[in-house]
Nanobody, 123 residues
Framework: VQLQASGGGLVLAGGSLRLSCAAS????????LAWFRQAPGREREFVAS????????HSADSIQGRFTISRDNAKNTGYLQMNNLKPEDTAVYYC?????????????????WGQGTQVTVSS
């Protein structure tokens, strides 16, 4: 499966962005989905994950109450709605997927990765 992340950009602190992750697969509903991010000089960091059906989500403490992960299996697309963005949210955001039903925070649990989309938040 190929994943295409989009929706990044430059935004002022307090602003919002919605990232999309389009999957080139008919059986998207069989894939658990996650978002990770990586800032320059830092390790890849878990952001949020969602189960195949969308019934279960898991988010990092750092983005609780600000970011929401969701998916539309009919459109083969996952989303990350980001509100009240802060300069420390600046990073390249990656979507990832697996077919094991894992919504793990560990990047090694995901077999498929998108190319990343840059999010820059200015103060």
């Amino acid at each position: 499966v190929q994943l295409q992340a989009s929706g990044g950009g430059l935004v002022l602190a307090g602003g919002s962005l919605r990232l999309s992750c389009a999957a080139s697969v008919r059986t998207f509903s069989r894939y658990a989905l996650a978002w990770f991010r990586q800032a320059p000089g830092r390790e890849r960091e878990f952001v949020a994950s969602i189960s195949e059906s969308g019934d279960y989500t898991h988010s990092a403490d750092s983005i609780q109450g600000r970011f929401t992960i969701s998916r539309d299996n009919a459109k083969n697309t996952g989303y990350l709605q980001m509100n009240n963005l802060k300069p420390e949210d600046t990073a390249v955001y990656y979507c990832a997927a697996n077919t094991r039903g894992s919504v793990s925070m560990w990047h090694g649990a995901y077999d498929y990765w998108g190319q990343g989309t840059q999010v820059t938040v200015s103060s």
